[in-house]
């Protein structure tokens, strides 16, 4: 298995995702931010994950297409179609097998990155990356961007209620994964 993370993932990617979470340019217009995303994916599908995928390797990435489509097509307003066109150019079309939405609210979630104490702050937390500090308004309409998504796609974006205890949502996640990797082993297909 590989685990990625976005953006970043390639050495191209990391300094394009040190400027998206750099709390100092609060002023990137939505359409730079959705190219900048797109960038850094498209390095990391050509450099990582496509390779990957040939070589029959499983690859776990966090976040991907999806996560655009919220952010900055639904959270920013650029529209769902404009930002998907845009990755299908960045991505080759590559899509996930499965996407887990770990469903929280946004003003739940908010207090989580608080108290996951990242440093700097007097309570421990700096006031995070750059959409962290965004409104509960904004994450509001992600959150909905996401589950508009998986009202979609329920077959391949599976939701997972996050309010639960960790070992609950652990849980359920091992499972999902587990059952999609048993569909593949007897179909035959790659997992």
């Known amino acids: 298995m590989l685990p990625l993370r976005e953006p970043g993932g390639t050495a191209v990617g990391e300094h394009i995702r040190a400027l998206l979470v ?3 340019h609060a002023e990137l217009a939505p ?3 959705m190219l900048l995303f797109a960038a850094s994916r498209a ?3 050509a450099e990582v994950i496509a390779p990957a995928l040939d070589r029959g390797r499983l690859v776990v990435c966090e976040r991907y297409v999806d996560a655009s489509l919220a952010y900055q097509g639904a959270g920013r307003g650029l529209g769902v179609d404009v930002v998907r066109a845009v990755n299908e150019v960045a991505t080759g079309g590559l899509r996930p097998d499965l996407t887990l939405l770990l469903d929280l609210d946004p003003e739940t979630g908010l207090r989580r990155a608080r108290s996951a104490a990242r440093g700097g702050g007097p309570d421990g937390w700096d006031g ?5 500090r965004e409104t509960q308004a904004f994450h509001t309409l992600v ?3 996401f589950l508009a998504l998986a ?5 391949r974006i599976r939701v997972i209620d996050a309010r639960r205890a960790v070992a609950e949502v652990r849980r359920e996640i091992t499972e999902t994964v ?7 082993r007897r179909a035959g297909g790659r997992s």
Do not use: N, S, T
């Not at 587990?178 to 593949?184: K, N």
């Open 128 to 132: 995070g990356d750059r959409l962290e």
């Open 178 to 184: 587990e059952g999609l990797l048993q569909e593949r």
């Open 43 to 45: 390095q990391l599908v």
């Open 143 to 145: 959150r909905e961007g």
């Open 31 to 33: 359409r730079a931010e």
């Open 151 to 155: 009202r979609i796609e329920p077959q």
């Open 22 to 24: 750099d709390p100092r």
